[in-house]
């Protein structure tokens, strides 16, 4: 782990002016399910930025395929997460992820799965894997909006504009209530598709609203729609 903040933060530093909002909101130990919005392949590194400087060590859930070489064995040995998506084992992302948070580490998901299609940059859509995380475990649930990595990276266009310090903004939320589900699951409710897409929802939409407040914009009333099929180039990842 120590590696990869010696890799991350240099870089993170050159390329993103980091400017947090309400970091304080993340807690200093215990178990933290930090979830983001997903604008560009670099989101990473500036959210795990804004981890290590509030004291924390993210393990983020990442497509399986860039844990290859040197750079798999450090991310693995950082304790990052891989996320085998659309195969039979995209479930042990999960389970990883839910021992990661019965330990508690901070773990970083991004349940859109990859950076959002939508053509202004709001959230689409999320994977429901982010609902069964929260309702199964103990952790804190933290919505977390993010804007300007996607100055640096235009997923959109595939164009990696060069600059130093671009303007990248972090708005931390309150933590998102969820403690009547999570009863109902301890009680034996099931976790029914409708509640885990109820749950997912929520806690976007909070995002998508702090998103709104970053941009000084109004936010759609729905999400932008999946996409059928992942893209060339794509390195996000997520856990459902």
Same mark, same amino acid.
């Given at each position: 782990m120590w590696a990869a903040v010696l890799v991350v933060y240099p870089v993170a530093s050159l390329m993103f002016q980091l400017r947090y909002r309400h970091a304080e909101r993340l807690p200093a130990r215990g178990p933290v399910l930090l979830v983001a919005n997903h604008v560009s392949v670099l989101d990473p590194l500036a959210c795990? @930025? %804004?981890?290590?400087d509030n004291g924390r060590l993210p393990h983020f859930l990442a497509k399986q395929s860039v844990f290859k070489g040197f750079a798999g064995t450090l991310l693995r040995s950082a304790g990052q997460i891989p996320v085998a998506r659309y195969?039979?084992? +995209?479930?042990?992302? %999960?389970? +990883?992820? *839910?021992?990661?948070?019965?330990?508690?580490?901070?773990?970083?998901?991004?349940?859109e799965g990859s950076v959002?299609?939508?053509?202004?940059?709001?959230?689409?859509?999320?994977?429901?894997?982010?609902?069964? %995380?929260?309702?199964?475990?103990?952790?804190?649930?933290?919505?977390?909006?993010?804007?300007?990595?996607?100055?640096?990276?235009?997923?959109? @266009? *595939? *164009?990696l504009h060069l600059r130093f310090r671009a303007p990248a903004d972090y708005l931390v939320g309150e933590p998102v209530d969820l403690s009547t589900a999570r009863a109902q699951v301890r009680d034996g409710g099931l976790l029914s598709a409708e509640l885990l897409r109820e749950t997912t929802d929520l806690i976007m939409s909070r995002v998508r609203d702090q998103l709104a407040e970053l941009r000084q914009e109004p936010a759609p009333l729905t999400f932008h729609p999946r996409p059928r099929h992942e893209l060339p180039g794509d390195l996000s990842g997520s856990a459902a």
């Amino acid at each position: 782990m120590w590696a990869a903040v010696l890799v991350v933060y240099p870089v993170a530093s050159l390329m993103f002016q980091l400017r947090y909002r309400h970091a304080e909101r993340l807690p200093a130990r215990g178990p933290v399910l930090l979830v983001a919005n997903h604008v560009s392949v670099l989101d990473p590194l500036a959210c795990a @930025r %804004l981890v290590f400087d509030n004291g924390r060590l993210p393990h983020f859930l990442a497509k399986q395929s860039v844990f290859k070489g040197f750079a798999g064995t450090l991310l693995r040995s950082a304790g990052q997460i891989p996320v085998a998506r659309y195969s039979v084992d +995209a479930h042990n992302a %999960l389970d +990883a992820a *839910k021992a990661d948070l019965d330990a508690g580490n901070v773990v970083v998901i991004y349940p859109e799965g990859s950076v959002t299609r939508d053509p202004d940059w709001w959230p689409m859509q999320a994977r429901t894997g982010v609902a069964r %995380l929260a309702l199964t475990t103990d952790a804190v649930v933290l919505p977390v909006a993010q804007w300007g990595p996607q100055r640096v990276h235009d997923y959109h @266009r *595939k *164009k990696l504009h060069l600059r130093f310090r671009a303007p990248a903004d972090y708005l931390v939320g309150e933590p998102v209530d969820l403690s009547t589900a999570r009863a109902q699951v301890r009680d034996g409710g099931l976790l029914s598709a409708e509640l885990l897409r109820e749950t997912t929802d929520l806690i976007m939409s909070r995002v998508r609203d702090q998103l709104a407040e970053l941009r000084q914009e109004p936010a759609p009333l729905t999400f932008h729609p999946r996409p059928r099929h992942e893209l060339p180039g794509d390195l996000s990842g997520s856990a459902a």
